[in-house]
C-alpha cells in the first residue's frame, strides 16, 4: 500500500527483547483517535498535554478483552518529537505481549512505520534540520564519551546554526550584487562588487577550511580509529589485544599461525573508540589458508589509521621483521616489543635506530604489563595532533557533510578565480551561490527526497 507522510505511524521503540518496559509509540493526525479505541482508564481528552495515565490496552476485535495493563503518555502537537500529536503506551516488557499491542494499534487506524520515519517527521515538520537528525542516529550509535559529546553538539544545533550563518552571510553579499548589477550608480561599482565578492569569498573560505580541520578527528570519534595489531606469528598480539580490551577474547596459544582470520572489536581507549584488528601473523605462509589470513593483514595495514608492529624481544629480529618495519614505514605506527619479561635477545638499539625512540614501546603481554604506556601512546596520538577547535566546539564527523564542505570551498575558489581573470560579476556571481546552495544541502534547506530515503533508512525502527 502507498504510505504518505501523512498517515498516522506506530512502532515498537525499544529494542526488540524482553525487558522490564517496553514502548509503543504512535504519531500523526490519529494518534489519539487509535488510543482511545483501545484505551479503558481516564477519559483520555480531559487529560493534560504531557502527562503519563494509568490504565489498560485492550482489544476491540476481541470483545474489548483487556490485553495488558499500563501507562499511557499523552503529547499533544506541535510541542512533540514530531511535531505532530504523539501517544507512547508504555506496557510491561515481553516481546509476545509489547508485538500484541502494535498489532492492534495497527488494526486500528495507524500503519507500521519505516525505519527513522518519527525522526524525519522532526526534519519534516521543522523541529529539526537534516544535520541534527543525524546526529541523533550518531548518538546511539556513539561508542565514547567523546563521540557522544560531539553528537549531543551537532544535536543540540552548534553545526547548522555555524552553517546557516556562512549561508546568511552569503546571501546578503548576493543582495548587494544584485543591487549593483541592477542599479549601478557609480562607475566603480563594477569594482566595488568585485571587491566585496573576493573579500566574502575568502572570509567563508576560512571558515569552511577550519571546519574541515576539525574533519579527520571528527571521523575518529564517529567510526573509531581503524587500528592493526600485525607481526610474525605467537609474537603476542592476540594477547596484546586481550589486555586492550581488559578481557580474554582472542584465542592465545603457543602454535604459530594462531590467529588465521581477522578478529575486530572495539574498544574505548581514554574516549577515543578503536577499532581493533587482530591480524593473522605475517610470514612467507605454508598453506592456502594462513596465506589467505597473511594477504588479509597486509589489506589491513593499507586501510588502517594507525598500525601496532609486534616484535618479540626475546628473539633476534628476523627478516620478517624488517620486512613488516618497511611495509608499515609509511603508516602511523606504534612499535611494541614484547615478550621483555623474558632474556631480550633482540638488538634494541637497532630497532631504536630503525624506527625512532619516540614510537617504541615495551611490553610483557603475558603479565598485562605496558598496557597503561600503550593506552597513554594511542590517546596522546589522538590528542597531541591538538582537537582543531571552531566556535561552540563544533566538529564535523559525518562524510555527507565533509564532501559538501569540499564542494562548498571549490565553488569559493571558483569565484575567486573568476574575479582574478576578470570574469563579469554576474557570472562570478553562480558560483557563490553553488558555494550557498552546497552548505543548505548540510542542513536540509534544500534536499531531495531520494537523500532523505537514503538517510532515514539507514535508522533503526522506532527512533
Ligand atoms: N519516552 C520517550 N523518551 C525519549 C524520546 C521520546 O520520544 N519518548 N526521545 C525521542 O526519541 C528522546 C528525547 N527527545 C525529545 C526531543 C524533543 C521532544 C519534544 O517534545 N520537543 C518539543 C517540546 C519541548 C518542550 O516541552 O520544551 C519541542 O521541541 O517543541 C521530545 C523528546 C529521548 N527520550
Ligand atoms: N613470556 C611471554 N610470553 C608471551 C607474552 N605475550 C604473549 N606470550 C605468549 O606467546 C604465545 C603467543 O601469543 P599470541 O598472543 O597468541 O600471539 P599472536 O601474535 O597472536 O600469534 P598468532 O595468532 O599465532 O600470529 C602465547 O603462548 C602467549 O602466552 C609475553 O609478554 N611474554
Ligand atoms: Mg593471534
Partial sequence: METTQFDTI??????????????????????????????????????????????????????????????????????????????????????????????????????????????????????????????????????????????????????????????HQILKVLANVEVNIDYPEYDDAETMTTKMLLSKAREVKASIQQLLKTAKQGKILRNGLATSIV??????????????????????????????????????????????IDTAGIRDAKNQIEKMGVDRSKKSIKSSDLVLLVLNASEPLTDEDMKLIKLTDHSKRIVILNKTDLPIKVDVDKIKQLVGEKDLITTAAIKSNGTEKLENKIANLFFDQGIESTQNNVMVTNARHVSLLHKASDALDDVMKGIHEGM????????????????????????????????????????
Avoid at 52 to 80: L, Q
Avoid at 236 to 244: F, I, Q, R
Avoid at 437 to 450: H, N, Q, R, V
Wanted: with cysteine; glycine share 8%; hydrophobic share 35%.
Fill in 424 to 463: 563579469p560579476v554576474d557570472l562570478v556571481q553562480i558560483d557563490m551561490k553553488r558555494c550557498w546552495k552546497y552548505l543548505g544541502e548540510i542542513t536540509g534547506d534544500t534536499y531531495t527526497g531520494e537523500l532523505l530515503d537514503q538517510l532515514f533508512s539507514q535508522f533503526c525502527l522506532g527512533k
Fill in 231 to 276: 607481526g610474525r606469528p605467537n609474537v603476542g598480539k592476540s594477547s596484546l589485544l586481550n589486555n586492550l580490551l581488559h578481557e580474554d577474547k582472542a584465542i592465545v596459544t603457543n602454535i604459530p599461525g594462531t590467529t588465521r582470520d581477522v578478529l575486530e572489536e572495539y574498544v574505548n581507549v581514554r574516549g577515543v573508540p578503536l577499532k581493533l
Fill in 10 to 167: 506506530a512502532a515498537i521503540s525499544t529494542p526488540p527483547g524482553e525487558g522490564g518496559i517496553s514502548i509503543v509509540r504512535i504519531s500523526g493526525e490519529y494518534a489519539f483517535k487509535v488510543i482511545k479505541k483501545i484505551y479503558r482508564g481516564k477519559n483520555l481528552d480531559k487529560v493534560a498535554s504531557d502527562t503519563i495515565n494509568y490504565g489498560h490496552i485492550i482489544d476491540p476485535k476481541d470483545h474489548n478483552s483487556e490485553v495488558d495493563e499500563v501507562m499511557v503518555s499523552i503529547m499533544r502537537a506541535p510541542k512533540t518529537y514530531t511535531r505532530e500529536d504523539v501517544v507512547e503506551i508504555n506496557c510491561h516488557g515481553g516481546l509476545v505481549i509489547t508485538n500484541r499491542i502494535l498489532q492492534i494499534v495497527l488494526s486500528n487506524g495507524a500503519r507500521m512505520a519505516h525505519p527513522g520515519e518519527f525522526t524525519e517527521r522532526a526534519f519534516l515538520n521543522g523541529r529539526i534540520d537534516l544535520s541534527q537528525s543525524e546526529a541523533v542516529m550518531d548518538l546511539i550509535e556513539a561508542k565514547t564519551d567523546q563521540s557522544m559529546k560531539a553528537a549531543l553538539n551537532q544535536l543540540d544545533g552548534n553545526l547548522s546554526h555555524l552553517i546557516k550563518n556562512l549561508r
